[in-house]
Structure formats: C-alpha cells, structure tokens
C-alpha cells in the first residue's frame, strides 16, 4: 500500500492480520488492535528485525509497518525525525480507516522521538487543522519535490508556537498508547561515538553519500528550520495517553539519562523499563522483550 503524507509524500506501508493462532483480545465489535511500529534510522517495513518485531506483534492483533520518507520505497528524503511525524500520521490514520478502534505506536531510535512527538501534536479529540508542511504546525524549511512551499505548508498552530492540538488531513490519526524504545530526550547529542558518526553522515556531503548507497537512506541536504519540538517536552504533553519507555543499559547511542530525562518530563504517568545488557533499538530487542512491550500495550490501551 502507498500513503501520502500531508505533506504529498509518498509512504510504503503494509498492513498484516493478526496471527491466526494467536490468541487475540477482541472489543465488543469484534474488532483487533493494531500496532503500528516505527523503525529506527536506516530501517525501512523490510529490514529483518522490523519483520522480527512485526511477527511478535501479531500475535497480540494486526499490525502496520511503514517505512519513513527517504527510506525503503517509500519517496522523499529523510528529515531525521522532523517531518516523519507525518508520515506516522499517516499510518495511523489509516489503520483506524481500516476499521481498527484500538491503535498503539511502538517507535525505535529516530522512531522513538517520532512516536513521542507524534503523540504530542495529535490528541484524541484535536481540533481539524491542515498537517502539511512542518510537523509542529509552523511550516518547515525542508520541501521534498513532492511537498508545497514553506509558506504553503503553513500549518495550524497553538498559543506555544508546537502545534499541539494538531490533526491528520486523512481522518483521525490519534494513538491509544506510546511506546519509545531507546529514543533520545534531546537534538544534536554528540556524546557518544555513535552519535558523532551519525551527524556526520546526516550533516556532511560524503555522509549523506554514504547514507544513500551504503545506508539505502537517502537524507535532505536543508538544517532544521525551526527546530522540532524536544523528545522530552513532546513527553511531557503525551498525558493522559499511556506511554512506556524503554532503554537498554549498553546503549552506544544514548545513555541512560535520556530515558530518564523522558520519565521525569512525562511524570508519573509514564512507566520506564531499564533493561540490563541491552543495546540499541528493534536490532537490539529480542522476542522476550518485544513480548513484554505487546503486552503492556494491549494491557494499558483504552479498549485493550
């Protein structure tokens, strides 16, 4: 299945039932949640441990991948988390056209800061608004071929400027449940190698070239303008949704104080999962763990 994005994007997606032999929660309609997973940067709907995560998940209902902009088959170019927050909308929303009353993100790495903000800026019940252009609502200086200008992509903002309050174009594109493996608190960390490495492909000429025929991702050339909300403010606005947030103790990435930044921010109704001798992200999550996330969604959701 192609999506587009608000913003004309086009997006791969595909949906999968929910494992036959599993023994699925179904509401009064007899209808299945569906979880719709978020891959990190470089992954894509195909790579082996977003399927890995994917199988997992449909033993708990359906299940949505979908490969971000500049990713996979998807058209455009990366933003790095910015612009992505339309593409996830997307997914969303079109899980929920497909019939599915219960819909829960699970986001890994750049996916976790995009299921975090996504949560943020789309609430159950927000008012309609035009989602194109910058995903906080106040137009974005990155236009994909496909997108309108910035001034075209103007979208509805609030009173704080981030566009909370925000809706899909598509229908509602709101989620019952948040889940942020390994996701950072904040922009333009470089405390780690890992992340050194990682701006350097995203921000460098040879990077991006790197990134494109070695990474199979390719990366928009323009800086952020403005800068997205925060990981860790979009947190602190996810409530009453129920968010868990999960993070392995040898992240090479992030260390610990990015969970825990995200757990003070998002407060008490948060839940945070420190795992022991877990690395990063879906390549670092195995079927036990990812277990433990399904259930907990299908436990926490409304409806699950």
């Given at each position: 299945m192609v999506l587009l994005a608000a913003d004309g994007v086009a997006i791969e997606a595909v949906h999968e039932p929910a494992d036959f032999d599993a023994d699925v929660t179904h509401d009064a309609a007899g209808r299945v949640p569906v979880t719709v997973v978020a891959h990190g940067f470089t992954g894509s709907a195909g790579r082996p441990h977003v399927r890995r995560a994917a199988a997992v998940f449909r033993r708990y209902g359906a299940v949505i991948t979908f490969s971000f902009r500049g990713h996979g088959a998807s058209g455009g170019r990366s933003t790095v988390g910015d612009r992505e927050v339309l593409d996830l909308a997307a997914a969303v929303a079109w899980a929920?056209?497909?019939?599915?009353?219960?819909v829960w993100t699970v986001g890994f790495s750049m996916g976790g800061s995009v299921v975090l903000r996504h949560a943020a800026l789309y609430p159950a019940g927000g008012p309609d608004a035009h989602a194109s252009g910058h995903a906080d609502g106040r137009g974005s200086g990155h236009a994909d071929a496909q997108s309108p200008s910035p001034a075209d992509a103007q979208?509805?903002?609030s009173a704080d400027g981030h566009g909370s309050g925000f809706a899909d174009p598509h229908g509602p594109a709101h989620t019952d449940a948040v889940v942020a493996v390994s996701a950072p608190a904040r922009w333009y960390y470089r405390g780690t190698a890992a992340m050194r490495r990682l701006h350097w492909v995203v921000t460098r000429p040879l990077g991006r070239a790197v990134g494109r025929y070695g990474l199979r991702t390719r990366i928009h050339t323009s800086d952020?303008?403005?800068?997205?909300?925060?990981p860790a403010e979009a947190a602190a606005r996810i409530a009453p949704?129920?968010?868990?947030?999960v993070h392995g103790d040898r992240d090479p990435y992030f260390p610990l104080d990015h969970p825990r930044a995200l757990a003070t921010a998002a407060g008490p109704q948060a839940d945070l999962w420190l795992e022991p001798g877990m690395g990063h992200a879906e390549n670092a999550a195995d079927e036990a763990l990812l277990?433990?996330?399904?259930?907990w969604a299908a436990r926490?959701?409304?409806?699950g």
């Open positions: 929920r056209r497909l019939g599915h009353r219960t979208g509805s903002a952020w303008d403005p800068v997205p909300l925060d949704t129920p968010l868990l947030l277990a433990r996330i399904a259930d926490r959701a409304p409806g």
